[in-house]
């Protein structure tokens, strides 16, 4: 049997939309999920940034923020190279990959069907709060409702989500949040006495200032709240004891999960 041109270009091409419905999912879930997608990596509100650009990478980290909260834990050395700065640095570059998402205009079904995916099944960073403000802004509101999972970054002294730098920033709404990893690095520099009446990050009400944005978010949804702080103090200055960082990070889940 002699084909024509088109017969045989068709009979060379992988029927993707005949698959099964649950394997394309699978497939657009591999391709389009499972990352940690960062927004505005290195983007501090020390530095200038347009008002409609939000600049998303794909992390390279070579270790997790989990696995390497537990690692600084212990006493190993060269611990500096597990900071967030560090562990990140990576992920900064002009270079840093982005999801692949000239994937969705290959076909109208397909994008159709997967155009929400990379809101689905990826987990967003955040480091401050005007980040996340500018993030939403440029979504439309079934991207935004789509986001299931985030991870908060708040990197000692860089100002982040203190009350401070949120108050005149609409509260975000997320429908479909439902998983939220909070980091909280603490540095030496934190325990300086200089804010406000002399108080450092060992008073509570500094304490639940720096994170306070990160309450703002309304996510009716919202679950599963895990929270990570890790630790460090001046050579002369103990650092925050375990009974009072657990403490902290129970007012930080509370505080979420707060209806
Ligand atoms: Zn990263």
């Not at 969705?104 to 155009?115: D, G, M, P, R, T």
């Not at 708040?154 to 002294?157: F, G, K, L, P, W």
């Given at each position: 049997?002699?084909?024509?041109?088109?017969?045989?270009?068709?009979?060379?091409?992988?029927?993707?939309?005949?698959l099964?419905?649950?394997?394309?999912?699978?497939?657009?879930?591999?391709?389009?999920?499972?990352r940690?997608?960062?927004?505005?990596?290195?983007?501090?509100?020390?530095?200038?940034?347009s008002?409609?650009?939000?600049?998303?990478?794909?992390?390279?980290?070579?270790?997790?923020?989990?696995?390497?909260?537990?690692l600084?834990?212990?006493?190993?050395?060269?611990?500096?190279?597990?900071?967030?700065?560090?562990?990140?640095?990576?992920?900064?570059?002009?270079?840093?990959?982005?999801l692949?998402l000239?994937f969705?205009?290959?076909?109208?079904?397909?994008?159709?069907?997967?155009?929400l995916?990379?809101?689905q099944?990826?987990?967003?960073?955040?480091?401050?709060?005007?980040?996340?403000?500018?993030?939403?802004?440029y979504?439309?509101?079934?991207?935004?409702?789509?986001?299931?999972?985030?991870?908060?970054y708040?990197?000692?002294?860089q100002?982040?989500?203190?009350?401070?730098?949120?108050?005149?920033?609409?509260?975000?709404?997320?429908l479909g949040l439902?998983?939220?990893?909070?980091?909280?690095?603490?540095?030496?520099?934190?325990?300086?006495?200089f804010?406000?009446?002399?108080?450092?990050?060992v008073?509570q009400?500094?304490?639940?200032?720096?994170?306070s944005?990160?309450?703002?978010?309304?996510?009716?949804?919202?679950?599963?709240?895990?929270?990570?702080?890790n630790?460090?103090?001046l050579g002369?200055?103990?650092?925050?004891t375990?009974?009072?960082i657990?403490?902290?990070?129970?007012?930080?889940?509370d505080?979420?999960?707060?209806?």
């Open positions: 049997m002699v084909l024509t041109r088109s017969q045989a270009r068709k009979k060379a091409t992988f029927p993707f939309l005949d099964p419905a649950e394997l394309r999912t699978a497939i657009y879930h591999l391709a389009l999920g499972g940690i997608i960062h927004v505005d990596r290195g983007g501090g509100s020390h530095e200038k940034q008002e409609t650009d939000a600049r998303t990478s794909v992390c390279e980290a070579s270790i997790l923020d989990k696995e390497s909260y537990a600084k834990r212990l006493p190993v050395d060269r611990r500096e190279g597990l900071g967030n700065s560090s562990r990140h640095n990576a992920c900064n570059t002009p270079a840093a990959k982005n692949p000239s969705l205009s290959v076909c109208k079904q397909i994008h159709q069907e997967a155009a995916v990379p809101f099944a990826n987990r967003f960073t955040f480091w401050n709060r005007k980040s996340l403000a500018r993030f939403l802004r979504l439309k509101p079934k991207q935004q409702n789509a986001i299931t999972a985030m991870i908060l708040q990197v000692h002294i100002s982040g989500w203190e009350s401070a730098s949120h108050r005149s920033l609409k509260a975000p709404r997320l439902r998983e939220v990893l909070i980091c909280v690095e603490l540095a030496p520099g934190d325990y300086l006495p804010f406000g009446e002399g108080e450092s990050i008073s009400t500094i304490q639940d200032d720096r994170v944005g990160m309450g703002k978010l309304k996510a009716p949804k919202l679950n599963r709240v895990e929270v990570l702080i630790n460090s103090s002369h200055i103990p650092p925050l375990s009974a009072e657990k403490a902290w990070e129970g007012r930080i889940k505080m979420m999960l707060a209806k």
